[in-house]
């Protein structure tokens, strides 16, 4: 018999690389996310930690706009009985110092956040000229303005792509106290001075300040956003969508991304046949950014990949270890089975596995375990090279999933638990499928395992937003979710 007695391939053929990272990725994927489920794949939350993180580095930016900001000059005329029409002008007027030191956040659950800046102070330096027409004088003027406070909303949304948005509302500054030094030789024109240059400059910094904050939001807020990743091509066939199914939700210790989280096809989408379970999980205060991976995450890999193509490997003997003193041939599998060697003695054989439905993930508390099923059909290959079917066995893989971070990227390490056999067809005729297990469990520990192991240990990438660093990285499986805990830095 030929190749055409081999089981038929559900799509188009796709090499072996491809099975076994398909494996791979049920069980560490490159941490994306979908489209049609209701409930999220997975859920980000920003804890107070991160939050505050975030605002100190909106004020820091502010801070530094402050800093380098231009101040018009202040000019004008006045008429003074003796001196009769004066002419003022203040100019050069430079920011040479800024402080905003003392910020609080405000969750408003399932509003915003409000953020209050108070004890904040402004430095700035000028010259002053005054003339008419029996006077001329100039001199330098130092204004020193304590007791800046600002408050304003961050309100959150999502766009038409998915991506996270978040707008300044309500702002409003307030300056308490604002003193102003003059120098110069006609010192008697110091409280003039004063008295022009004071309600200009606190109605020029009260506006300005709300004003510098929405320019930050639309210069530096929106396009980081917008870099915010919202789905992720993994080859030709395979995609993940991870946008927001619903905008972020603040609550009472922080802010939630409900994120799709599924894998779909990118030639054909459809929807996932089972629902994504509900997130329910708690936050800790000693990291930034948690993320719970639902079961439903990780299931709609198996089952996407498993349907634009099989999860089928062929086993040889070339693929067995060179010192190895086993060999895939009718000479071995006939002590097992010695109808094998007696019908077909001394010839090579092959192995084909294909999986007969999408590999399942399950969460327990601190363990995580691959399910997969499928057929193991045996063939002799005679001496001209075609194959004949020797007998076909079902089987049902238990693996135990070691998951881990490197560089940035999840890893992971699998590690065979059980296999369990039972004899389907046989053209050999009947034989205990029993006599085949230390083999099958040989030929999975020593050849399939180890090839996608190694693609699990080159690890995933994570999709980091621009200009986004992780540190302090933990993994921890709980029951029917991963959790996965950052600090993050931004560059």
């Given at each position: 018999?030929?190749?055409?007695?081999?089981?038929?391939?559900?799509?188009?053929?796709?090499?072996?690389?491809?099975?076994?990272?398909?494996?791979?990725?049920?069980?560490?994927?490159?941490?994306k996310?979908?489209?049609?489920?209701?409930?999220p794949?997975?859920?980000?939350?920003?804890?107070?930690?991160?939050?505050?993180?975030?605002?100190?580095?909106?004020?820091?930016?502010?801070?530094?706009r402050?800093?380098?900001?231009?101040?018009?000059?202040?000019?004008?005329?006045?008429?003074?009985?003796?001196?009769?029409?004066?002419?003022?002008?203040?100019?050069?007027?430079?920011?040479t110092?800024?402080?905003?030191?003392?910020m609080?956040?405000?969750?408003?659950p399932?509003?915003?956040?409000?953020?209050?800046?108070?004890?904040?102070?402004?430095?700035t330096?000028?010259?002053?000229?005054?003339?008419?027409?029996?006077?001329?004088?100039?001199?330098a003027?130092?204004?020193?303005?304590?007791?800046?406070?600002?408050?304003?909303?961050?309100?959150?949304?999502?766009?038409?792509m998915?991506?996270?948005?978040?707008?300044?509302?309500?702002?409003?500054?307030?300056?308490?106290?604002?003193?102003?030094?003059?120098?110069?030789?006609?010192?008697?024109?110091?409280?003039?001075?004063?008295?022009?240059?004071?309600?200009?400059?606190?109605?020029?910094?009260?506006?300005?300040?709300?004003?510098?904050?929405?320019?930050?939001l639309?210069?530096?807020?929106h396009?980081?956003?917008?870099?915010?990743?919202?789905?992720?091509?993994?080859?030709?066939?395979?995609?993940?969508?991870?946008?927001?199914?619903?905008?972020?939700?603040?609550?009472?210790?922080?802010v939630?991304?409900?994120?799709?989280?599924?894998?779909?096809?990118?030639?054909?989408?459809?929807?996932i046949?089972?629902?994504?379970?509900?997130?329910?999980?708690?936050?800790?205060?000693?990291?930034?950014?948690?993320?719970?991976?639902?079961?439903?995450?990780?299931?709609?890999?198996?089952?996407?990949f498993?349907?634009?193509?099989?999860?089928?490997?062929?086993?040889?003997?070339?693929m067995?270890?060179?010192?190895?003193?086993?060999?895939?041939?009718?000479?071995?599998?006939?002590?097992?089975?010695?109808?094998?060697?007696?019908?077909?003695?001394?010839?090579?054989?092959?192995?084909?596995?294909?999986?007969?439905?999408a590999?399942?993930v399950?969460?327990?508390?601190g363990?995580i375990i691959?399910?997969?099923?499928?057929?193991?059909?045996?063939?002799?290959?005679?001496?001209?090279?075609?194959?004949?079917?020797?007998?076909?066995?079902?089987?049902?893989?238990?693996?135990?999933?070691?998951?881990?971070?490197?560089?940035?990227?999840?890893?992971?390490?699998?590690?065979?638990?059980?296999?369990?056999?039972?004899?389907?067809?046989?053209n050999?005729?009947?034989?205990?499928?029993?006599?085949?297990?230390?083999?099958?469990?040989f030929?999975?520990?020593?050849?399939?395992?180890?090839?996608?192991?190694?693609?699990?240990a080159?690890?995933?990438?994570?999709?980091l937003?621009?200009?986004?660093?992780?540190?302090?990285?933990?993994v921890?499986?709980?029951?029917?979710?991963?959790?996965?805990?950052?600090?993050?830095?931004y560059?």
């Amino acid at each position: 018999m030929t190749d055409d007695t081999e089981p038929k391939r559900i799509s188009s053929a796709r090499p072996a690389k491809f099975a076994l990272e398909t494996m791979g990725a049920v069980c560490i994927s490159n941490f994306k996310i979908g489209v049609w489920a209701a409930t999220p794949g997975f859920e980000g939350k920003i804890t107070t930690k991160g939050i505050d993180y975030g605002c100190q580095i909106v004020m820091s930016v502010l801070q530094n706009r402050l800093l380098y900001m231009k101040i018009p000059d202040i000019s004008g005329s006045k008429r003074i009985n003796f001196l009769h029409k004066l002419q003022y002008n203040i100019d050069r007027i430079t920011i040479t110092n800024v402080n905003l030191p003392d910020m609080r956040i405000i969750l408003i659950p399932n509003m915003g956040l409000k953020v209050a800046v108070s004890n904040g102070y402004i430095v700035t330096n000028g010259n002053w000229h005054i003339k008419s027409k029996i006077l001329r004088a100039h001199g330098a003027v130092r204004a020193q303005i304590n007791g800046i406070s600002i408050s304003f909303y961050l309100k959150f949304g999502k766009d038409n792509m998915g991506r996270p948005t978040v707008s300044v509302t309500d702002c409003a500054s307030y300056i308490s106290k604002l003193h102003i030094y003059v120098s110069g030789k006609s010192s008697w024109l110091y409280n003039l001075i004063i008295s022009w240059f004071e309600p200009s400059l606190r109605s020029y910094l009260n506006d300005k300040i709300c004003l510098e904050l929405q320019k930050i939001l639309s210069e530096k807020i929106h396009p980081f956003l917008h870099t915010v990743p919202v789905t992720k091509k993994i080859d030709k066939y395979v995609g993940i969508d991870y946008s927001l199914t619903s905008p972020p939700l603040v609550a009472k210790d922080s802010v939630v991304l409900p994120l799709k989280g599924e894998f779909y096809n990118l030639l054909n989408r459809t929807n996932i046949p089972f629902p994504a379970p509900p997130l329910d999980f708690s936050v800790g205060h000693d990291r930034m950014l948690y993320i719970g991976f639902s079961e439903y995450f990780f299931n709609t890999a198996g089952y996407v990949f498993n349907s634009v193509g099989d999860l089928s490997i062929n086993i040889t003997d070339d693929m067995l270890p060179k010192n190895s003193h086993i060999h895939l041939d009718t000479a071995t599998i006939g002590t097992l089975i010695p109808q094998v060697k007696k019908m077909y003695p001394i010839m090579r054989m092959k192995l084909r596995l294909v999986t007969d439905s999408a590999p399942s993930v399950a969460f327990l508390s601190g363990k995580i375990i691959l399910t997969t099923s499928g057929d193991i059909y045996a063939f002799a290959i005679l001496p001209n090279s075609t194959l004949t079917p020797l007998f076909n066995v079902k089987l049902i893989a238990q693996i135990t999933t070691t998951l881990g971070i490197k560089d940035d990227k999840i890893t992971g390490q699998l590690t065979l638990d059980r296999v369990q056999l039972s004899l389907k067809k046989s053209n050999i005729g009947p034989f205990p499928v029993s006599c085949l297990q230390n083999g099958i469990d040989f030929l999975v520990s020593i050849i399939i395992l180890p090839r996608v192991n190694a693609v699990l240990a080159d690890g995933y990438p994570l999709p980091l937003i621009n200009h986004i660093k992780l540190s302090n990285l933990i993994v921890q499986p709980h029951k029917n979710f991963l959790l996965f805990a950052t600090d993050v830095t931004y560059n």
